[in-house]
């Protein structure tokens, strides 16, 4: 069974922590993206990665990093976390083109206090 | 540019239709897709359809793409209450960003 797994579904931190969010799939896919979730603003892209090492920016880079060390994870980085990154992050892959079926993890509810 | 847009609530009664519409403005657009988001979970791919097709049906799902106005829409016939979700339409291009682009998505509340 297909499997996109984030490995925390629930974070508290505070502002200006440094904050991983892992991401980890089982299906060998070189496209892995991170998706930021807000009510009416729908997902947005943060960053995708098509191959190890490889990474491109989306449309809200700003604040973020990212980091594909393995072909099957796929870290999303704040260096210093701040109030307006408050949101529900999505990770998710697909093998190939991108007209594949793409898998989505259950996401990852971060709260910056 | 990039822009997918959708209304963002809905809602029927159980057993209707229900019809959750989206626009989009990249005519380069190859595949539009739709997605269902049920609370606490990620997205699930509902369908798909390729932009040389005008329709595809799917059990109770219709997908109707109007490709000279860029509109996309999702019929769901008899409405459950098991299909109280948030619907996200989403494009996909031939060429360049190799990454969907999503609309607001579209919260349907089905009531008994």
């Known amino acids: 069974d297909v499997k996109v797994t984030q490995s925390s579904r629930y974070l508290v931190k505070r502002t200006g922590e440094k904050v991983f969010l892992e991401c980890v799939q089982d299906?060998?896919?070189?496209?892995m993206f991170w998706y930021r979730q807000d009510p009416g603003l729908g997902l947005r892209l943060i960053y995708f990665s098509y191959d190890v090492k490889m990474k491109e920016k989306g449309d809200i880079p700003e604040g973020y990093s990212v980091s594909r060390e393995k072909k099957e994870r796929f870290s999303l980085i704040l260096e210093s976390a701040s109030t307006n990154q408050t949101s529900m992050y999505l990770c998710a892959s697909t093998w190939g083109q991108i007209r594949n079926t793409i898998y989505f993890g259950e996401g990852s509810w971060l709260t910056v206090v | 540019g990039e822009d997918v847009e959708q209304s963002l609530f809905l809602s029927v009664r159980e057993g209707d239709s229900s019809v959750i519409n989206c626009t989009y403005t990249d005519s380069s657009s190859t595949y539009l897709y739709w997605y269902k988001q049920e609370p606490g979970a990620g997205l699930q791919l509902l369908t798909y359809i390729f932009s040389n097709m005008d329709m595809k049906q799917d059990q109770r799902l219709t997908v109707l793409l109007n490709k000279k106005d860029k509109h996309l829409s999702l019929r769901i016939a008899d409405t459950q209450t098991g299909d109280s979700a948030i619907y996200f339409c989403?494009?996909?291009?031939?060429?360049?960003?190799?990454?969907?682009?999503f609309g607001s998505g579209t919260r349907l509340q089905v009531q008994p």
């Open positions: 989403a494009e996909s291009m031939a060429t360049g960003r190799r990454a969907l682009t």
């Open positions: 299906m060998d896919h070189e496209n």
